[in-house]
Structures are given as C-alpha cells and as structure tokens.
C-alpha cells in the first residue's frame, strides 16, 4: 500500500492480502471504485511467455514430492529446500529452488480429464472440448483483442504447435500462431523474413500491387472473409521480411555462447532464450514447447526425468 495526497491507496495484490471484506469495512465506497481504477491502469501492457510441457512431468517427483510416503509410492529423487521458507522441491531442480520467490505452486488444481488431447484443449482454450464449437487457444484471444505492438506477430509458437489446441479455432485463422521452427538446429533459419533469392524489393513491389489489384476483384464475391485471411497472412509476411526488427528479433545466434549454454542446448532451452527475445521486441504472447507429448512419462520415468 501507499498513500496519494494523504488517501490510500492499494495494488490489487494488497487488496487480496487484506481481505475485501477488511477493506470494504474501512473505505469509502469512492475509495473502493479509486482502487479499481488504479488497479486497471496499473494492470500494463504485458507479454506472456507460456511453456507447455505438452504430456506433463510427475508432479510428486518434480514440484509435490512425498518423503514421508512409504517407499512404495514415493519417487527416488531427495527434495531440497527453496528460497522460500517451507516449500521443498526435487533436488534436480536447484536453480529453481534459489527462485521459489519468483514463481507459484498451484496445488489445488485439478481436472478430471486423463485423456492427453482433451486435457490440452482444457489447458489452452480454458474450455471443456465439444462437438459443435473448436474454442481459440489463449494467445489465439490475446491476438484478436490486443493486436500487434509492431510488425512481428501477436502470437508465436516454437518451435510450432503441438496440436490444435493452440490454434484460432472458431475465430478467423488470421489469429493462430507464427510458428518458428526448431531454434537449437544448426544454422537455424525463420521462414518467410527475408526476400525470395533472385527478387528485389522492387520485383516484389510490383508482384505486391499486381496481387492487390487481382484480389480487389475476388473480393467483391467473397462472403466467408477468407481473402481477409489470406490478405492478413500475406501483410504479416510481407511486413516481416522488410523489417529489420523482425530479423534482430530472431537472430538467436547473436546471443553470447555462455548465455546459450545457460538456457540449454534443447529445444526447449534455446526456445525459451528465443522466447525471451521475442518477448523483448514486443510480441504478446509466445508459447514454447519441445514437441508432441515430449513429456509423457509413462516408463523410464526417474531415467527421464534425472536426464533432463
């Protein structure tokens, strides 16, 4: 909390501390609507970096370990105390425990979903699938909303989507993701951001008006809005070839060697630095996998897990 012109005035993080019953007892109820304005005004214009660990880790080996189990349920890893006072997570993980101030476990979550599809329909639409209605992943939502900060894309996927969980769904596909590719290959390469060999900026002026004039035609007979679409693909590449931040963006190999060793050299690894650039440069919402189920840990489970 802290005090404007003698008033108080909380975040919306200390107006949860507190209590709404607490605080509604001692405010005004102009007071009451001054929060809420602040804390909208406060919310910022925030990226999000979303890593899908598609399949899922055995959360009692890695984040909800049971030492006091007996030996038959529990796993064979040791757990190690956080930086936060009381949280113990699996010994594999340390550099995550010197940030446990940095992050949250969620323990009371839970869904009744086994099946893999269906449960990451859940977790990135926020819906339970049916038959009539594909819903929009998340970033698909924040992409229609909020748009494009810039020339780069609102929504991107590396190295691309697990699914079609993560696309647009029943929104025009205008808003799915721009898929990366594999950042940890060598000579990594995005597509579609740099010109064609053999075209010039001048060729590709006049192919770029020869298109918009032939377009203009269909147009007039299109009533799904799928030349929108297109049209919408068409700018985003185009817009991404000629922009010099788009290609500073994706340059991973720019990053210092030590720093690309400290995130890894995985795909996941190399996809969170890439992330991290991305988020950078002003993409909204970035979501970093390192495949199809990659996680699914059904046998070998402590051999995976110790090796990652």
């Known amino acids: 909390m802290d005090r404007v012109n003698s008033r108080p005035v909380f ?3 200390a107006f949860l ?6 605080v509604f007892g ?4 102009g007071d009451v609507l001054a929060l809420r304005a602040r804390a909208a005004t406060n919310a910022g214009d925030i990226s999000v970096i979303h890593v899908l660990l598609s399949g899922g880790m055995s959360h009692m080996d890695t984040f909800d370990m049971k030492p006091e189990a007996r030996s038959q349920f529990r796993g064979i890893f040791k757990p190690i105390p956080a930086n936060v006072p009381g949280i113990q997570i699996c010994e594999h993980l340390p ?15 839970t869904h009744k979903n086994a099946v893999h599809e269906k449960a990451s329909y859940l977790v990135m639409s926020g819906h339970e699938p049916i038959a009539t209605v594909h819903h929009p992943s998340v970033g698909a939502v924040i992409a229609k ?3 494009s900060r810039n020339e780069l894309p609102p929504y991107i996927s590396i190295p691309g989507m697990t699914g079609l969980w993560e696309g647009a769904g029943a929104i025009p596909a205008k808003y799915a993701p721009f898929e990366t590719g594999d950042p940890n290959k060598p000579g990594f390469s995005v597509r579609d951001i740099r010109l064609p060999m053999g075209v010039d900026w001048a060729r590709m002026e006049r192919r770029t008006s020869l298109l918009s004039t032939i377009d203009a035609e269909f147009k007039r007979y299109d009533a799904s809005g799928a030349f929108d679409t297109v049209d919408a693909y068409y700018q985003t590449a185009y817009d991404l070839i000629r922009s010099p931040r788009t290609k500073k963006a994706f340059a ?3 990053e210092p060697d030590a720093v690309r060793e400290r995130y890894g050299r995985t795909s996941l690894g190399q996809g969170a630095l890439l992330a991290r650039r991305l988020v950078e440069n002003g993409v909204r ?5 390192n495949g199809y189920y990659k996680w699914d840990h059904h046998a070998k489970v402590f051999e995976n897990l110790a090796g990652r």
Do not use: H, Y
């Open 11 to 13: 975040d919306r993080r």
């Open 17 to 22: 501390k507190i209590g709404s019953l607490g």
């Open 26 to 29: 001692s405010l005004a109820w």
């Open 95 to 109: 550099l995550m425990a010197r940030q446990a101030n940095k992050w949250t476990i969620i323990r009371s979550m």
């Open 145 to 147: 909303e909020k748009g």
């Open 252 to 254: 991973i190999q720019e």
């Open 285 to 289: 919402f970035v979501t970093v996998s």
